[in-house]
């Protein structure tokens, strides 16, 4: 029981962390160094990333109508522009993609430590901050305005999102509106791009735990079925209230969260 609790509070910092531009890797390994689940370090290693299939789930469900080509109360022309958004997301996904598939052992065996995280969380925090204060007139209102060429470029900026601390979704967010996009578009089209982007990264873990011959304990089942529960309901939540809220205001204040937390854990892990 114990553990499942344990999953839960995994669960609900990744539904949280994984929207919001304050990233949800960094939030987890800081998490694990205060809250161990008693599971081995293959599994938590696959665990961490493949409880993200419960927030692409949430995206999935909420914006279901949104990106399903098929559905008999679209227009030909929205069918039409359905299609071009899965394609445009495709082109994006394809710069992290190669790169992540080169480099995804040597960034688990050296780059994933609380050092990393706190810079990297310092340094997009500065950089919300740098990005909002320039506020610059969008040229692009809504993610069906997003041509190729934009959509390859906000992909370019999810490669950054490999590095830990960085945010998946602060990268792309902050890359599409220094390239032109409203926030509303940029994080919309963020959350898109998390679909293939993510399930990829989930799968390639998965083969990778299954293949060194590892199979999960019914705990560790548990524990990972309760996270990827916990993480969907949260996500969203979290969604929707992302969605309300940079309709309104601006990304400075995780700016400011993201400077606060890199230092404390910097300040923390320099004490110990």
Known sequence: MLEILKAILFGIVEG???????????????????????????FYEMFQVVIQLGAILAVIALFFHKLWPFS?????????????LWFKVIVAVLPSAVIGLLLDDW????????????????VYGIG?????????????QDVDAID??????????QCLALIPGT????????????????????????FFLAIPTMLGA?????????????????????????GCIVSFAVSMLVIKALMDFVRKRSFAPFGVYRIILGAAVLAYFLMI
């Open 128 to 140: 919300f901050l740098l990005v909002e204060k320039a506020n610059q007139a969008p040229k692009i």
């Open 202 to 226: 989930s799968a390639l873990k998965l083969v990778k735990y299954l293949m060194e011959g590892m199979l999960p304990s019914g705990l560790e089942l548990g524990v990972l079925a309760t």
């Open 72 to 84: 008999r109360k679209k227009t030909p022309q929205e069918k039409k522009n359905t299609w071009h």
């Open 148 to 157: 190729y060429r934009t959509a390859l470029l906000i992909g370019a900026f």
């Open 167 to 190: 945010s998946r979704s602060g990268a792309t967010i902050l890359g599409a509106i220094l390239i032109g996009v409203a926030r509303p578009a940029a994080a919309e089209f963020s």
């Open 107 to 122: 960034m688990d065996a050296n780059l994933y430590n609380y050092v990393v995280v706190a810079i990297m969380l310092v």
């Open 16 to 42: 949280i962390t994984e929207w919001l531009p304050v990233s949800s890797t960094g939030h987890l390994i800081l998490l694990e160094e205060f809250i161990h689940l008693d599971v081995t370090e293959e």
